[in-house]
């Protein structure tokens, strides 16, 4: 850590994203071990889809990182990801991960995309796991999945997506991250763009699934 960013923890000393008491990379101990207490850390095979928490279990810290403007949670989240074992285990033999983009009119009113930031840290924290950004974009500003039912879900997401810039990934593991998988429908669209870079493997890799 450079003397700038000691400065900064001086004067604002990270907190805890959870209870709120000072932490390093913003998790205290405490929240941290009752959270791996709850942590569901499935992996089903026949989809290559892996998940940490069912989405009640970790709801609020979420809510509060998408839309209260709490940028600074990807740190506490993504140490809860480091914490798993499994989820490490796939993170050590993956060459590359990619996040689920947004579009560009709603990372401006949001001032970030919340699986990005995840993502880059996991990268930077795991060797020879490399973030792959701008392959993967948004074309449409869509209505808020959350907001509708599992079929207008699947319409409301189909060819969302698009390759902005290639890269070949053949005989590589690649990890998809997406925050939270209820339908599917969103990481299924991603999943059909990305097969024409000739990946060997995907993992859908999402912190909670509904």
Partial sequence: MNLF??????IFPPVCGICGKIAENYLCKECKDKLALIVKSTYDEK???FWLYKYDDIRSLILRYKFNECSYLYITISELILYDEKARAILNKSDYIIS????????YERGYNQCE????????????????????AKKKNIVPQSTLSK??????IR?????KNRIDLTNKTVILLDDIYTTGSTVGECIKVLKT???KSIYVFTIAKK
């Fill in 197 to 199: 870079l000739n990946y």
């Fill in 5 to 10: 960013n000691k400065a900064l923890d001086f």
């Fill in 100 to 107: 689920v983009p947004i579009h560009k009119r709603r990372r």
């Fill in 159 to 163: 060819d969302a997506f698009y390759i």
């Fill in 117 to 136: 930031l995840i993502a880059k840290r996991l990268s930077d924290k795991t060797e020879n796991l490399e973030y792959l950004s701008n392959v993967l």
């Fill in 47 to 49: 989809c290559f889809h």
């Fill in 151 to 156: 079929e207008d879900r699947i319409n409301n």
